[in-house]
């Protein structure tokens, strides 16, 4: 399926595939300096990745929360590192006019977890053409995951990818049921999301915790449990980072554990 992407590379390496960035685009520097790390870092263990960055952060608790350094500004940002890298580029959308507009700059376009059920965006985001990727609700079971995959089908689009990210255990944490991920396979193309599966929303203070230290170990078990992919938010400097710092990867540490990932990856397809 992924291999239909605009400059999608290292299709043949077998590996899992990896879609990273930082959540948010915060300037022009910082994103081109994301991108090119971790694409020294993917080309060299030959992982097909497609970078990440929100224009936007709708979905935010406190309406003082950082949103975005503009939605045209951003989004060339996006586009520009495609351009430069040539890789593939992918942004989340929240409102239906969102879906041409991010159509125009990037890859593949992102339906968030919160937004799973809003058949009319699906649609939107369907009829561009574009590879979708849709989160999974932190509400919704892994069967459920199939009527929004047929949503974007029955628009005309098969190009369908779901991505776990933790389901809602109380009020502040998330748990991942790694039993989901050869379920949603059946329906389409199944990342983890290990950075937002690691959060811990609806805090006092109204800024969204999280648990990296885990990170390690969800993306290891997520590879050993036969995810396709792997999404993780990264950044030079995650706590001072404007948006999900919490739970964000330190980039200092990606070379390490996909190095591992790759090894865990390597064993898994020589039983096959």
Same mark, same amino acid.
């Given at each position: 399926?992924?291999?239909?992407?605009?400059? $999608?590379?290292?299709?043949?390496?077998?590996?899992?595939?990896?879609?990273?960035?930082?959540?948010?685009?915060?300037?022009?520097?910082?994103?081109?300096?994301?991108?090119?790390?971790?694409?020294?870092?993917?080309?060299? &263990?030959?992982?097909?990745? !497609?970078?990440?960055?929100?224009?936007?952060?709708?979905?935010?608790?406190?309406?003082?929360?950082?949103?975005?350094?503009?939605?045209?500004?951003?989004?060339? !940002?996006?586009?520009?590192?495609?351009?430069?890298?040539?890789?593939?580029?992918?942004?989340?959308?929240?409102?239906?006019?969102?879906?041409?507009?991010?159509?125009?700059?990037?890859?593949?376009?992102?339906?968030?977890?919160?937004?799973?059920?809003?058949?009319?965006?699906?649609?939107?985001?369907?009829?561009?053409?574009?590879?979708?990727?849709?989160?999974?609700?932190?509400?919704?079971?892994?069967? *459920?995951?199939?009527?929004?995959?047929?949503? $974007?089908?029955?628009?005309?689009?098969?190009?369908?990818?779901?991505?776990?990210?933790?389901?809602?255990?109380? =009020?502040?944490?998330?748990?991942?049921?790694?039993?989901?991920?050869?379920?949603?396979?059946? =329906?389409?193309?199944?990342?983890?999301?290990?950075?937002?599966?690691?959060?811990?929303?609806?805090? *006092?203070?109204?800024?969204?915790?999280?648990?990296?230290?885990?990170?390690?170990? !969800?993306?290891?078990?997520?590879?050993?449990?036969?995810?396709?992919?792997?999404?993780?938010?990264?950044?030079?400097?995650?706590?001072?980072?404007?948006?999900?710092?919490?739970?964000? &990867?330190?980039?200092?540490?990606?070379?390490?554990?996909?190095?591992?990932?790759?090894? !865990?990856?390597?064993?898994?397809?020589?039983?096959?």
């Amino acid at each position: 399926m992924i291999d239909k992407i605009k400059n $999608i590379k290292h299709l043949k390496s077998n590996h899992f595939f990896l879609m990273a960035g930082p959540c948010a685009i915060e300037g022009e520097e910082m994103a081109f300096e994301i991108a090119e790390k971790i694409l020294d870092i993917t080309n060299r &263990l030959e992982i097909p990745f !497609i970078f990440k960055g929100s224009f936007k952060k709708a979905n935010r608790t406190r309406i003082d929360s950082f949103t975005g350094i503009g939605d045209e500004k951003a989004l060339n !940002i996006l586009k520009n590192i495609g351009k430069k890298f040539q890789i593939p580029t992918v942004t989340d959308i929240h409102e239906i006019k969102d879906a041409n507009l991010a159509a125009n700059h990037v890859d593949v376009l992102q339906i968030p977890a919160f937004l799973i059920r809003q058949t009319d965006l699906l649609i939107a985001a369907a009829k561009t053409g574009k590879h979708i990727n849709l989160k999974k609700g932190q509400f919704m079971s892994p069967e *459920s995951m199939s009527h929004a995959v047929k949503k $974007i089908q029955d628009s005309g689009n098969n190009n369908v990818i779901i991505t776990e990210r933790g389901s809602m255990f109380g =009020y502040q944490d998330l748990l991942v049921d790694f039993r989901g991920i050869p379920v949603m396979k059946e =329906y389409a193309p199944v990342v983890l999301d290990v950075t937002h599966s690691l959060q811990q929303p609806n805090q *006092s203070s109204g800024v969204t915790g999280g648990k990296p230290e885990m990170i390690e170990t !969800i993306a290891k078990a997520g590879i050993a449990s036969g995810a396709d992919g792997i999404f993780i938010e990264t950044h030079f400097d995650p706590k001072n980072a404007k948006s999900d710092g919490a739970n964000m &990867l330190d980039i200092s540490k990606l070379e390490d554990l996909l190095e591992k990932l790759v090894a !865990i990856k390597k064993a898994i397809n020589s039983f096959k």
